[in-house]
């Protein structure tokens, strides 16, 4: 089967980091851009990040620049998300998903996994 399997969310303080881990299953990541994505709940699911295919690209979405670094080591077939000052707003299940460039619209990326539940709270 191929798909991600995100981990590394839990819940913390806020001000606190975390680090995400998305491990591609049944594939290779090297022919795909990737992108980190978030949906909280009641809310659309909205990329937060995206990294080329050979890392030398990076996006981020205005909530998250500056706080939230995407990093990619194909040779293990995953790709990170490093969080700092982490806001009660970052909530959410975050996911990865893999396309050919980085921009497109959600409904384009593919190999979804279940997602990885961060909760920020005091």
């Known amino acids: 089967q191929l798909q991600f399997a995100e981990s590394g969310g839990e819940l913390v303080q806020p001000g606190e980091s975390l680090n995400l881990s998305c491990k591609a299953s049944?594939?290779?990541?090297?022919?795909?851009?990737i992108a980190w994505f978030r949906q909280a709940p009641g809310k659309e699911r909205e990329e937060v990040a995206c990294?080329?295919?050979?890392?030398?690209?990076?996006n981020y979405q205005d909530p998250v620049k500056g706080r939230f670094t995407i990093s990619r080591d194909n040779a293990k077939s995953t790709v990170y998300l490093q969080m700092i000052d982490l806001k009660p707003e970052d909530t959410a299940i975050y996911y990865c998903?893999?396309?050919?460039?980085?921009?497109?619209?959600?409904?384009?990326?593919?190999?979804w996994g279940q997602g990885t539940q961060v909760t920020i709270s005091s």
């Open positions: 998903a893999a396309y050919s460039i980085c921009g497109p619209p959600v409904s384009a990326f593919d190999y």
């Open positions: 049944g594939f290779t990541l090297d022919p795909y851009a």
């Open positions: 990294i080329s295919k050979s890392g030398g690209f990076t």
